[in-house]
């Protein structure tokens, strides 16, 4: 291989700009788009946090179920916490951490609301194997220490080493920085990286985070830790309860850190990763067949190179540059596109779940193996013509006029592009199901009017609200933002909507000889007085809750149409002695997400009296929802600025349930429609190859007065046949491959199955009016040849 053999297979490139466009920017999507999301993939669910052996720590937490719920215990008490670390024979260490609500923070001064505090224990960071970058970790004999995050020191500090000895308040209480968490190390918790580690009070609860010896499996630990409850219960009944039938420990894998984001993603993505594969494979059968057309076409080029001298391992080395020069310009090309491509898939999530810890680094592993694959399979399909065409006889090959691949090469490119056209099938098929849901979803009836309303999100336990407090500072709020102009209702609720839960209730009774079971348990929500006129849902019987009934602290509610038909199938629920306490029939609503299928609910009137919060307002507006926004905010920090306040439009809200549907339709739909590309370049390779072949038999046929139509269907025919293939063997692989994966993406799916014959058929329509436009251009060029040139063509 000399500096010639470069420089000739640069010309070679040169010269077919077209060619050499389309290999390098097939394997730069391919290469860009799996480098993109595995290493979202590996950043978001493979990462294990910066610890020691993180593989063995487990997260303890008690779990209850009864009452149609089950709940996580995640905090323990303190003398559970102290209790198990004394008496567990399963853990080598145990460490305790609780992340603050909002804490009033100020450094140096001044007031930093942003910042994220957690109380841990004091052996917290020697037993993670976690050693300050700067300065020491918290120890037993210390009084107020801190170790704040290397984010911090380096943002508010400007990575001043002389920080260790400066003061910083935590609701109030002075801490002395004693040390620097080093760069990596973020926390236990993936979603809320911490600013600042404080020692827990003595007898805060925490969360416990423990490491299992060796020799145990979480299945034996679970076992050990429902007797170590069990046994607590006996020694501690004042501070501890235990019940064997309703509660169980769990010991969940802790090494990559606690996130609810990976929870929600993680279904998602591993489904696109099994789509971007598909586009990988789709990117070799592409460029693996357009070098085999390419090449195989330039037989009577190498001939005439080895008739004047070339040898066997020069012609080889030729082909050899140019397809590792196409590869490393597809790498290089493509490691652009994955940072673009991260970019664009983490633009699609909510702001708010999109942890600091998630920085963007390109994984070298999956780069190199998406480019490994992408050159052995440019550096076989260029070697294998040009090997084939040095060991024939280069007297045929200087005697013909025209260079035609062979047929075994002919047969492999139709092989290349049938596989081509069955992976678009299986891509398009997977697009299909998540474009749709993701339509179904948007389409779906709430069962309230989004537009013109907002959601304001609330929080009075960090301005220092105590009982007794909370009651009248609710009503100040609702009197005030009722008085903004434009603002035409408004309500409040204790747990915010479309933020994925509700509270659970049940009553002994429902009236007169209307007995209830422990399997009676409903959705409820407290509720302000015009909540329903607020929130817009129409009322079916009955009456709302009225200013009135709030200030009187009526005990009365409105129920929803499933709990009415449910409970009183025969009966108007708002008369007679039942009607004193459920006043109303509201219309079914999806509130706690879009995807909540309505089922039995009641809305109960909040009462002034009760310690109980309102943790959001309902505001209902005439006009722009920009416009008011920010009036209102402002109105409610004019009543203690130290609240917390974040104001959304409802319809924003309703697009963050949907988030991860979106992520998944919309890369996914650019994979379908990267696939169908790819497959449509394939397609119109092979059909253009095919009539440059048969020149002279279309010309010939052209001047012995041969139909137009008939000359279009004769150039199309192998063509279709091919693609005829493709498509069978995709439909008969996306049926199969839908009813393996079904239980595995049904989850993702809303209003459809996995085995969807609409969705196939959509996908397998799409496909052939693709194939037939990328068929049909060359066959239409075929019937335009002059039939004299096409005569001296041979």
């Not at 260790?164 to 236990?188: D, K, N, S």
């Not at 069955?422 to 697009?431: K, M, N, T």
């Not at 509270?503 to 929500?525: E, Q």
Request: aromatic fraction near 6%.
């Amino acid at each position: 291989m000399t500096m010639r053999d470069v420089r000739y297979a640069l010309r070679m490139l040169w010269k077919t700009p077209a060619f050499t466009v389309v290999v390098t920017l097939s394997l730069a999507l391919g290469i860009g788009a799996n480098t993109a999301l595995f290493s979202l993939v590996d950043s978001l669910l493979l990462r294990s946090l910066t610890v020691s052996n993180p593989a063995q720590l487990v997260f303890v937490t008690q779990t209850f179920s009864g009452m149609g719920i089950r709940k996580s215990a995640e905090t323990l008490p303190k003398p559970t916490f102290d209790y198990v670390r004394e008496h567990n024979p399963i853990f080598s260490e145990i460490v305790g951490f609780a992340r603050l609500i909002r804490p009033a923070v100020s450094l140096e001064g001044v007031a930093d609301s942003s910042r994220q505090v957690e109380h841990i224990s004091t052996n917290f960071f020697r037993d993670l194997g976690v050693t300050p970058m700067i300065g020491r970790a918290p120890e037993a004999a210390d009084g107020a220490v801190a170790v704040v995050s290397y984010g911090l020191w380096r943002t508010r500090y400007g990575g001043d080493p002389r920080v260790l000895g400066r003061a910083l308040t935590v609701e109030g209480q002075q801490y002395m920085i004693v040390g620097v968490a080093p760069p990596r190390f973020f926390g236990l918790s993936f979603d809320t990286p911490a600013d600042i580690w404080i020692p827990a009070p003595a007898e805060a609860p925490l969360q416990m985070i423990a490491r299992l010896k060796p020799e145990v499996s979480p299945q034996q630990g679970e076992a050990a830790m429902q007797v170590l409850f069990r046994q607590l219960a006996r020694v501690q009944p004042n501070t501890a309860t235990w019940d064997d039938e309703r509660m169980r420990a769990e010991l969940l894998p802790a090494g990559k850190g606690l996130s609810q984001v990976r929870t929600q993603y993680r279904g998602p993505l591993l489904a696109l990763a099994v789509l971007v594969t598909l586009v990988l494979l789709i990117t070799c059968t592409n460029v693996a067949n357009l070098l085999t057309l390419r090449n195989s076409a330039r037989g009577r080029e190498l001939s005439v190179r080895a008739a004047l001298g070339a040898g066997r391992r020069s012609l080889l080395a030729t082909s050899l540059i140019e397809s590792a020069m196409l590869a490393a310009m597809g790498g290089a090309l493509g490691l652009a596109f994955a940072k673009w491509g991260v970019s664009i898939i983490l633009s699609m999530l909510p702001v708010a779940m999109v942890p600091e810890t998630l920085a963007f680094t390109v994984d070298a592993r999956v780069l190199a193996f998406a480019g490994g694959v992408s050159l052995v399979s440019a550096l076989f399909f260029g070697l294998l013509p040009a090997w084939r065409a040095t060991r024939g006889d280069l007297t045929a090959g200087l005697r013909a006029t025209q260079s035609t691949p062979t047929k075994r090469m002919r047969r492999l490119g139709r092989v290349l592009v049938a596989c081509q056209v069955g992976l678009s099938i299986l891509l398009l098929v997977g697009a299909g199901l998540f474009v749709r849901t993701l339509t179904n979803l948007a389409r779906i009836d709430v069962g309230f009017n989004p537009d013109g309303l907002i959601q304001v999100l609330l929080d009075s336990r960090a301005a220092g609200y105590g009982e007794g407090q909370i009651g009248p500072l609710y009503s100040l709020l609702l009197e005030r933002v009722a008085a903004i102009p434009g603002v035409t209702s408004v309500s409040g609720i204790r747990n915010p909507l479309m933020r994925g839960g509700l509270s659970r209730t049940s009553f002994r009774s429902l009236g007169p000889n209307r007995p209830l079971g422990p399997d009676d348990v409903w959705d409820s929500a407290e509720v302000g007085p015009s909540f329903f006129e607020a929130m817009s849902i129409p009322l079916v019987r009955g009456r709302s809750f009225t200013a009135a009934d709030f200030q009187a602290a009526r005990p009365i509610v409105v129920v929803s149409e499933a709990f009415a038909k449910h409970y009183f199938p025969d009966q108007d629920p708002t008369v007679g002695e039942i009607g004193q306490m459920i006043v109303g029939v509201a219309k079914d609503a999806r509130l706690p997400s879009v995807r909540t299928q309505p089922g039995p609910m009641m809305y109960m009137l909040a009462q002034p009296n009760r310690t109980n919060r309102l943790d959001a307002l309902e505001v209902r507006i005439a006009g722009h929802v920009e416009a008011v926004a920010p009036r209102i905010r402002d109105e409610i920090l004019r009543v203690n600025p130290r609240l917390f306040v974040a104001v959304n439009p409802m319809r924003r809200e309703i697009e963050r349930t949907i988030a991860s549907e979106r992520l998944v339709a919309a890369v996914s739909g650019f994979f379908g429609g990267l696939g169908l590309l790819l497959a449509s370049i394939g397609i119109f390779g092979i059909a253009a190859s095919s009539v440059a072949q048969r020149t002279t038999e279309l010309g010939i046929r052209m001047a012995l007065g041969a139909d137009r139509w008939a000359v279009i269907r004769e150039s199309m025919r192998d063509t279709t046949m091919v693609f005829g293939v493709g498509l069978a063997a995709g439909v008969a692989a996306a049926l199969v491959g839908v009813r393996a994966s079904a239980h595995l993406i049904s989850d993702l799916l809303f209003g459809l199955t996995a085995v969807d014959a609409a969705n196939i058929a959509a996908a397998g329509l799409l496909m052939i009016t693709v194939a037939l436009v990328a068929c049909f251009l060359p066959a239409r060029r075929a019937t335009r040849i002059d039939p004299l040139a096409a005569i001296r063509h041979e």
